[in-house]
Every structure is written in C-alpha cells, then in structure tokens.
C-alpha cells in the first residue's frame, strides 16, 4: 500500500472512531437525562447499625428525595465485605445498582488474598464519590510503655528491635496492615499478636499483653481518656475532629497515611455521565453542615472527593497495601 493510500485509511479509521465516541457520549448523556428510571439498589456491604449503614442511608434518602425515585439500602454483609461487592461488581451497569465500598473489601483483603476474589477491588468497579474516612490512633499501654510522642515510641523499638508486642484484630486486617505499614516506614520490628477482633485486643492491651495498636478511636479512645491508654498519634494527614490535640502520624513517618474509607461505587461500565451525576449529587449533599454534623456523630470525617480522585484512590491504596503484604511477609490464616 503506497504512503498516500496508508494516510487516507488512518484518516477514516479516525472519523469512524471519532463517530463510534461521539455516539457512546450521546448515548451516555441521554442515559444520565433519563436516570433513574425506577428503583435503585444500595448495597451495604455490611451489618446495619454502623458507621457506613449511617452512611449510606443518609445518601440514599437524599438521593430519593432528589431523583424522586426509591434508592433501596440493602444489607448483605459477610466475608469481609466481599459478598455484597460481588453482587455490585456483577449488576448491571445501568446505574440502578450502587454499593457502599470500604478500603477492606476494595483494597486491603485482595491485597492480602490476592485472586481468593470474585471481583476485581478496583477494576470491576466505577469509583462515583469517597464519603468519609474513620482515623484510626496509635495508642499504648500507659503503664508500661513511657513513650508520650512517636518520635520517643520509635526510638524505643529501634533501641529494643522485637521485644515489644502490638496487637491486632486479626491477620490481613486494617489494624494489621497500620501497624506493619508504621513499622516499615520506621525501620523497626514488634511482635504481632492477632485477636478476633478489636474489643479483645483492646482488654489485653489494657491488661499488658501486649504494648501497644493502632486501633479504631471507637475501642480506644474512651480508654485514653480515662487514662488506662496513651495516644500518640492519628493515622491520616489531618487531625482529627475528635481528638485534635492528636498530631498526624505522618508528621514524624514520610508518607504515612492510613484512612480507612467508605465510599459510593458502581459497577464497572456504567456510563460516565450517570457516575458523573451521581458524585455531582453526593458531593454538594456532603458539603452541607448538618450533613458533616451527622457524619461527625457516627465519627466519619467528611470527604466527598469527585470521581476520579476516589478512583484513584482507590487504586493508590490497593497498590500500597499489595506492597506492605508482600514487603512484610504477611501470610493469610
């Protein structure tokens, strides 16, 4: 084929992919103007009662209120999570299927089970709004650790290398994959001791098992604030609402920054213009005061990120948790 022929077949292979975008915008538009056509699913991947049923219910009542259609929660908890992103990983991708999605099921289990999923955390989903993060602190027992700040708590691990413990609630859970992502960042070893749960290590913790966590402020703070537990520091970049005299983690470790985060996810394909709809929708009823109010109150700090910043968020925290289980040695039970 001659160079003028080889130009003139690139040249309508371009308008005919031109025409092929334009169409799929057209069609993604008029899909948005017509959206939602009857009910939606909102699935909450976990028990209701908590911090993101709160959440979700919240969102869902403003987006029926707005949309004049029923945005319907349902929660199908199990599996850390997984379960019920399966089911929105493998809805259709109309837009008539939302899901409530969590660092856990999206980020930190695939990263420490890698291919035990039926979905991909990131990939099998359209990122539409993060709502809120839940910080976490860096506590020690009061009694037998004299450490007040973490520049004197890493000085005494470094001066005694794998004689202090830390507990968790549970291996591969976020609790875990803090404290080794702390330790990493630090250059300094404890010795893991995984609990069912956060309640457990909590009383050993007070007990003096073991020394220190890095633990939801749901379990520990009313423990530091009757003086049993020291907190040293926050897990995020930013103080906390809750306990702002906390200094960030971060500002002694580089780059330490754990959020455990919930957000509004669709299946994967739905189109742009609908997600984009969405995140518009959530975000301006984030930013209203008593909505933060009402977060604050189940202890959620406010987000609402546009989609493409939660998307890549959520493929940030994948990428950083695939590398502290493989950096750390972790090994699922």
Known sequence: MTTAGMTRRALAMSLVLG???????????????????????????????????????????????RFGQPFVVENRPGAGSSLGMDVVAKAASDGHTLGMGNVAAN??????????????????????????????????????????SVPAFIA?????????????????????????????????SMV???????????????????????DAATTSLPQVKAGKLRALGVSTRQRAFFASELAPIADHVPGFDVRPWHGVVAPAG?????VDK????????????????????????????????FAQAMQDDFELYTKVVKDAGIKPD
């Open 192 to 214: 893991h001791v995984p609990y069912k749960g956060s309640a457990p290590m909590v009383t050993e913790l007070l007990g003096g098992q073991i020394e220190a966590s890095i």
């Open 19 to 65: 025409a092929c975008a334009g169409v799929a915008h057209a069609q993604s538009t008029s899909a948005a103007q017509n959206y939602p056509s009857r009910a939606v699913r909102f699935i909450v991947p976990v028990p209701a009662g908590g911090a993101a049923d709160v959440m979700s219910r919240m969102i869902a009542a403003h987006l029926q209120a």
């Open 278 to 309: 969405l995140s518009t929708e959530i975000q301006a009823f984030l930013r209203q005061s008593d909505t933060e109010a009402r977060l604050r109150d189940a202890g959620v700090v406010r987000i609402g990120s546009s989609a493409k910043e």
């Open 156 to 188: 005494l691990l470094k001066a005694n290398p794998g004689k202090l413990s830390y507990g968790s609630s549970g291996v591969g859970s976020s609790l875990h994959l803090a404290m080794e992502l702390f330790l990493l960042r630090t250059g300094t």
């Open 107 to 148: 980020a930190i289990n695939p990263a420490v089970r890698p291919g035990a999923f039926p979905y991909h955390p990131v990939k099998d989903f359209e990122a539409v709004s993060m709502v809120g993060v839940t910080p976490l602190i860096l506590v020690v027992n009061a009694e037998k650790v004299a450490a007040t």
């Open 270 to 274: 739905t189109p742009q213009a609908i």
